[in-house]
């Protein structure tokens, strides 16, 4: 049973490039939620995806967009990427019928320059 | 007042004790609540959900769980080295379905 998979591990970018990280979730799951985890802390939801249509989304500017795949899969976009972007992005997949618990993948690393 | 308050730690526990970690919750109409375990530069996993009140348990870990408090705890029982890591807490709210996370508390266990 494949688990959530990210690419790529690490990213390196300067500031004001943009960025994607891609996601697939755990087999059998069709959610598709996206966090940052800045060093020390929580991490923050950024939003979330469902039927290819983003269903939520957290306190994050429009420089973030995203999109859902038929397959389920998952692209973050970070655009204008400034100094303070530079964190672990995570991606969580989930059921979104009855059940709420979301599963992480490893995580995109982003270091902006 | 953050959403999800945790004790930042780090949290020093013999090896073979008891970790009792501790979290608070803003939203009384929070119905999911979730312990992670995160080791340094890796992603969470997921210990333990609970949606009722009461204790639950699995294997080492108990979670405990009382919403007229807005209070969730998780304790580890004979705690190991391998135990160390950073323990997060999540609650989801009613209105929808998005994790909310307290800080994190370290814990450290030592042989």
């Known amino acids: 049973d494949a688990g959530v998979t990210q690419s790529p591990t690490h990213l390196i970018k300067t500031r004001g490039q943009q960025v994607t990280l891609r996601c697939s979730p755990k087999?059998?799951?069709?959610?598709v939620s996206w966090y940052q985890q800045a060093l020390g802390q929580g991490p923050q939801f950024i939003f979330q995806?469902?039927?290819?249509?983003?269903?939520q989304r957290g306190n994050f500017p429009d420089r973030f967009s995203g999109h859902q795949f038929p397959n389920y899969s998952s692209e973050l976009n970070v655009n204008a990427l400034l100094l303070g972007d530079s964190a672990l992005y995570l991606c969580?997949?989930?059921?979104?019928?009855?059940?709420?618990?979301?599963?992480f993948g490893p995580g995109t690393r982003l270091t902006v320059l | 007042q953050k959403e999800v308050e945790q004790n930042s730690g780090p949290l020093s526990v013999p090896e073979g004790a008891i970790a009792s970690l501790n979290c608070t919750y803003s939203?009384?109409?929070?119905?999911?609540f979730f312990w992670y375990r995160q080791y340094s530069g890796k992603s969470p996993e997921l210990i333990m959900s609970?949606?009722?009140?009461g204790d639950k348990e699995d294997g080492r870990f108990t979670a405990q769980l009382n919403k007229a408090s807005q209070y969730v705890s998780l304790l580890i029982r004979d705690s190991q080295p391998s135990d160390s890591a950073t323990y997060l807490c999540?609650?989801?709210?009613?209105?929808?379905?998005?994790?909310?996370f307290g800080g994190g508390t370290r814990v450290l266990v030592k042989p």
């Open positions: 969580a997949s989930s059921w979104g019928g009855l059940t709420d618990t979301q599963y």
């Open positions: 087999s059998g799951h069709d959610t």
């Open positions: 995806y469902y039927e290819e249509e983003e269903r």
């Open positions: 939203d009384r109409g929070s119905q999911s």
């Open positions: 609970i949606y009722s009140n």
């Open positions: 999540a609650v989801i709210k009613a209105a929808g379905n998005k994790l909310t």
